[in-house]
DNA sequence: ATTACCTGTAACCATAATAGTTACATTAGT
DNA sequence: ACTAATGTAACTATTATGGTTACAGGTAAT
């Protein structure tokens, strides 16, 4: 029972918390104390963003900072920049099967479209939610919260 | 780099090809030869199946058959059967985030829905297909090719 | 320039899932 | 009884994940 690599959820968390700490400083350690892990993986994360031009980061100097606006990142560059999973390939379909066979020699060529389908419908998900979202629903809990204490 | 297990693939496979031979007696030999692997983990998948009440299958009896109507079998249901992924857990997200900081005390509430949105989308697109459909376009493509050779 | 600090990575580890395989107990039909 | 098929347990190799240590290399402050 598999499952997409937390990088993703982490990949985000990173994201908003760079937000939210965009008058401070945003270390690795600083990072990895509010994922709660180790700052080497947090760099390795970091890194992925960066490849993909969602963040700034230098060598030296300490901090993260977003290299594009809130509302222009959305969770699908979030999932393609830490590469949890390939370009249509995210159903694995067996090869070699039997050409001999009518079904064997058909079947990838049938369900590879559909499956196709079904990962592009769920990315559609995510390129229809922004880092600001996230951000913003972070307030909205956190206000909620604050009220009922 | 992650991706669903080939046992749904092969469970279409499976379920496509008995259709095929349905005059004819599906043994997990007659099955593996077609899917190209071996007869043991045909049988594993088709206990699966058979568990997810899809085929019809008795021990020291040769062959499988299904247990519903071809157009009454969805992907959906060969992708649950199959158990390649966890409901609402597709995508895996970390816990034990720090409550102390904004975002880790809210960042699993706000995008656990997101990402559960996300998955109900792609197991959508596979609930509107069903064996039927795959059977048919098999045909289709079987006929083409014949046309043109 | 030395120090202190941070990023970037290589290397390594434990764990878990996948796909495949062997072997065998169990069951059914002849 | 014999044959043949299913159902499983057990084992393997491979790979991804998440975590960790260690350290090279860059930057800034003193």
């Known amino acids: 029972m598999?499952?997409?690599s937390s990088r993703f959820a982490v990949g985000i968390h990173i994201l908003s918390l760079i937000e939210f700490n965009k008058d401070g400083i945003s270390s690795s350690e600083y990072l990895a104390e509010s994922v709660n892990t180790n700052p080497?993986?947090?760099?390795?994360?970091?890194?992925?963003l960066k490849k993909a031009g969602l963040v700034e980061v230098h060598p030296g100097i300490a901090g993260t900072k977003l290299a594009r606006q809130l509302s222009d990142i959305t969770l699908l560059d979030v999932y393609k920049a830490v590469n949890v999973v390939q370009k249509h390939e995210l159903f694995s379909v067996h090869e070699n099967s039997n050409i001999k066979c009518v079904v064997g020699r058909n079947i990838q060529d049938t369900i590879i479209p559909i499956l196709s389908t079904?990962?592009?419908?769920l990315e559609k998900v995510l390129e229809n939610v922004t880092i600001e979202d996230i951000v913003k629903?972070?307030?909205?809990?956190e206000n909620l919260d604050k009220r009922h204490s």
């Open 2 to 4: 598999m499952s997409i």
């Open 40 to 48: 080497a993986l947090i760099r390795k994360i970091i890194g992925m």
């Open 118 to 121: 079904a990962q592009s419908a």
């Open 137 to 141: 629903d972070i307030t909205e809990k």
